[in-house]
């Protein structure tokens, strides 16, 4: 069976149409809205974690920024859900895709650096010339700076995609292995489906914690900016 590697990132499609917004809006029926008076262990689960992550998250911002306390929980739930979604056999991870990744990056780094403009105006016209910088490197730092900025949602959809797709990636790969080899040693065959479990719950840590790094990074930003 000669499978292409990458088969598994492919956008899918039904009847020859892309489904890729039923599957990205698919994660928020696990979230479902409490409508009852006491709440069953797993949405009382839910919402202490919701709550505790929220906590931490918002802990270093002012006002200003805790009006970003809605964005930024949607966006880790939203990003944890899609990649633990992704891990299931013959599923699709949108977040493999560059573009989706930089469609969230963009817009909201572009939010922080507006907010930040328009509320600390000269803040954040002094994070492109440290205080102190010699007056020839001057026009230097500033070009520096300036590409610096324009970087960071770069990387964060980098990251993001790198990760997520180099474990699903190493996943396919030692998957392949161990059903290649149980023709030839059933002994070395166990051991790499034992390897491959490891890998597998070693993924869903990736998972959640890339989820984690996205929104706290867009944090960081937010921070700095209000």
């Not at 088969?7 to 039923?22: N, Q």
Request: charged fraction near 5%; charge should be positive; avoid cysteine.
């Amino acid at each position: 069976m000669n499978e292409n590697l990458f088969t598994s990132f492919t956008t899918p499609t039904m009847m020859g149409l892309p489904i890729v917004i039923l599957i990205i809006m698919f994660p928020s029926i696990l979230f479902p809205s409490p409508n009852r008076l006491i709440n069953n262990r797993l949405v009382s689960l839910q919402q202490w974690l919701v709550q505790l992550t929220t906590k931490q998250m918002l802990a270093i911002h002012n006002h200003k920024g805790q009006t970003w306390a809605l964005m930024l929980m949607s966006l880790i739930l939203f990003i944890g859900s899609t990649n633990l979604l992704g891990l299931l056999p013959h599923s699709f991870t949108p977040t493999t895709q560059l573009s989706m990744n930089l469609g969230m990056a963009i817009p909201l780094w572009a939010g922080t650096v507006i907010t930040g403009f328009r509320h600390k105006t000269k803040a954040s016209l002094a994070h492109f010339l440290p205080q102190g910088t010699p007056i020839p490197l001057i026009p230097m730092l500033v070009i520096i700076e300036t590409i610096s900025l324009f970087i960071q949602p770069m990387a964060l959809a980098v990251r993001l995609t790198a990760n997520i797709t180099a474990g699903h990636l190493l996943m396919h790969l030692i998957g392949g292995a161990a059903l290649a080899l149980t023709s030839i040693s059933t002994s070395i065959a166990l051991i790499t489906f034992i390897i491959l479990i490891l890998l597998t719950i070693l993924e869903f840590a990736v998972a959640l914690i890339q989820a984690y790094v996205f929104t706290l990074l867009v944090s960081l930003y937010l921070h700095d900016n209000t």
